[in-house]
């Protein structure tokens, strides 16, 4: 069962996937989201690091809606939604988190990153805070709290538990 926080993150998490505000989310939601970050970095599709942030977001998906029995062409409500992570994410704790999102969390990493040390800076962040929907002016305030070491660089395991942090309700930074 989620927390009224709780509730309130994927809430929000599910109104910047429901662009077009029809109350239902669907593969193309996630893959518009995908798309949004490809064009944010510059990034075709069909090149390695775009096929595998495309390959992460739309396996998310595919994870999600098979676990809540959706065939091809379905969509979740908001009610669907928030059960449905709740169960996947939330109850399993960083087991969930690590599993559903870990793969599209490294992929957008590998997108940032232009210098090729594996990690994200401020700048990088910034851009894909803008690309996901969340208000750019934010970015800062969450770089810093989710910057665990404080060494100017996010990783993916900061990323992973900061996601987590934030829909257990224990961080309060607007990450999504």
Do not use: N
Request: aromatic share 8%.
């Amino acid at each position: 069962m989620t927390t009224d926080i709780q509730a309130e993150r994927l809430q929000r998490r599910f109104e910047l996937w429901d662009r077009d505000g029809d109350g239902r989310i669907d593969r193309s939601d996630w893959d518009e989201e995908a798309q949004r970050i490809l064009r944010a970095f510059d990034t075709a599709p069909s090149s390695d690091r775009g096929a595998a942030v495309l390959t992460a977001y739309l396996g998310m998906w595919d994870y999600l809606a098979g676990h809540a029995g959706i065939e091809e062409g379905g969509s979740l409500g908001l009610d669907q939604f928030r059960e449905l992570a709740g169960r996947q994410l939330l109850d399993r704790g960083p087991q969930g988190f690590d599993e559903v999102l870990r793969p599209t969390i490294s992929s957008i990493v590998g997108l940032c990153d232009t210098d090729g040390d594996g990690q994200v800076d401020p700048k990088e962040f910034r851009s894909w805070i803008r690309a996901i929907g969340s208000p750019e002016e934010t970015a800062e305030t969450a770089f810093a709290a989710i910057d665990a070491d404080s060494d100017g660089k996010l990783t993916v395991e900061e990323l992973v538990q900061a996601v987590h942090k934030y829909h257990a309700g224990e961080l309060d930074v607007a990450l999504l």
